[in-house]
């Protein structure tokens, strides 16, 4: 028997679901902790609680407004997300986290500037209730920042239980059934995977001695895993990509996902390379430069810091276009990212984006891009499909790496040896026919030969 939700399967029509896929239901409430109080986790706790009191729309969640096709055109179900899966509701979410500063989520919210102020005086109320917890944290990871609302003493071990009360402390203070954390703080600089994240023994080992090579990300990954929480990744930093942490969550039979949220410019390049790979039109460059002023683009100052950006940045047009494959079209074209902090900007970015392409006979053509977003606006709703997503899988019994939640991330996780998808069509038909799956509905091939045999 699949758990319920708001609306029954019986009173919408919907089938009886898949036999494999046990869903608990989503009683009690949810608690969301979040690593980094910052912008963008100011504006999700805002824009939840806005949505809760009826004074806004949830514009860009998948989970609130988005529909899902079953079976055939013909058959007109087009039933909400939220009411085809049983998610958490809105009302059950309860917020927690950490950070350097010791600013609540109000006064975070108001220095970055994200929201206006009488919007935002609206919610004093709940946001300035949301106090962070000390943050684990190195400055040899985020170099351009620093504060004062840290954990100081012990080895990182000690700071990882350390996480382990603070969780244990906010799951009983708030009576929270079920949480999900999700990484929304600074980026940290870039490093590959070492021998202390090989094995869980050896990174539990490397934890008690202190291993320069375990980022404060990991820390946190590690004590969300160990407390039985869902995690997901949304900065580039190497976090649970790694085999010690994927053996935690298997062992523990949970799930994670990342990483980097998939806001701005790398959203406008799944949309624009798919379209120009499908028509098989060539292309000679691409270059892409951003200016930003937010605490974001302040951190992305320090090259360190920079290059796990530029990594996720740069994977996302070679994994699209597939130069191996087509040669004649992409073999060696010139692609390169530039990210630059212009304070008076604030969180409000622009990013530029200078694409070369060919067409008939070599014939050389331009587009070009100028799309002023704002960075936390467009990863707001992101930060909520993903808590919602990852405690339904959670509830489902899906553990390790959550592919079907590509859709979301730059540098998406997949198994290893396994190349992503990048291809936001594809990852968006990936993560409704899992859906499809959950609830033992076909899986939309989009074939459409029954309609004129």
């Known amino acids: 028997m699949l758990g319920g939700g708001s609306t029954s399967k019986e009173s919408n029509g919907l089938s009886s679901g898949n036999d494999n896929v046990k869903i608990a239901p989503a009683d009690g409430k949810l608690g969301v902790l979040i690593p980094g109080i910052g912008a963008v986790s100011t504006t999700f706790i805002a824009g939840v609680e806005a949505i809760k009191r009826g004074m806004a729309v949830p514009v860009g969640s998948l989970t609130q407004l988005a529909t899902i096709r079953l079976g055939k055109r013909t058959d007109n179900r087009t039933p909400m997300i939220k009411d085809f899966v049983p998610l958490a509701g809105l009302d059950d979410l309860v917020f927690g986290g950490w950070d350097i500063y010791e600013d609540t989520a109000y006064e975070a919210a108001a220095n970055a500037r ?43 071990m000690d700071k990882a239980e350390m996480l382990l009360d603070d969780i244990r402390n906010f799951q009983e203070t708030n009576g929270v059934s079920r949480s999900v954390m999700i990484w929304c703080g600074s980026t940290e600089v870039f490093h590959r ?23 404060p990300s990991q820390i946190y990954a590690y004590a969300a895993l160990k407390s039985g929480i869902p995690f997901a990744n949304g900065a580039p930093n ?8 994927l053996e935690l969550a298997r062992e523990r039979n949970i799930p994670v996902c990342g990483k980097d949220f998939k806001t701005g410019q790398t959203f406008m390049k799944t949309l624009i390379a798919p379209g120009l790979k499908a028509r098989m039109l060539g292309l000679s460059g691409w270059f892409s430069t951003n200016i930003l002023g937010n605490r974001d683009g302040e951190v992305l100052e320090d090259p360190g810091s920079f290059k796990s950006k530029e990594e996720t940045k740069l994977s996302v047009l070679d994994a699209i276009l597939q130069p191996k494959l087509h040669p004649e079209l992409y073999k060696d074209f010139y692609h390169a990212v530039r990210i630059n902090y212009y ?6 970015k622009e990013g530029w984006d200078n694409i070369d392409i060919f067409g008939w006979l070599g014939y050389p053509m331009q587009i070009k891009i100028d799309f002023l977003c704002r960075d936390s606006i467009l990863a707001a709703p992101l930060v909520l499909d993903l808590v919602l997503f990852m405690d339904l899988a959670q ?34 038909m990936k993560l409704k ?18 309609y004129y045999d």
């Open 433 to 450: 026919n899992t859906l499809r799956w959950m609830r033992g509905e076909d899986l939309i091939t989009h074939l459409g030969q029954e």
């Open 114 to 156: 994200v929201l206006e102020a009488p919007q935002l005086e609206k919610l004093r109320e709940p946001l300035s209730a949301i106090k962070p917890m000390k943050a684990v944290f190195d400055q040899e990871y985020v170099k351009r920042i620093n504060g004062p609302n840290v954990k100081e003493a012990g080895s990182k």
């Open 395 to 428: 509830r489902s019994g899906m553990r390790g790496i959550q592919e079907w939640l590509s859709f979301y991330f730059k540098a998406p996780m997949t198994a290893p040896g396994l190349y992503p998808e990048h291809d936001i069509f594809i990852q968006l």
């Open 343 to 348: 304070p008076p900007r604030g969180d409000s």
């Open 238 to 245: 190497l976090t649970t990509d790694m085999p010690a942490l």
């Open 193 to 215: 995977p070492a021998a202390v994240h090989q094995t869980l023994k050896d990174f539990e080992c490397g934890l008690m001695k202190n291993d320069p090579e375990i980022a």
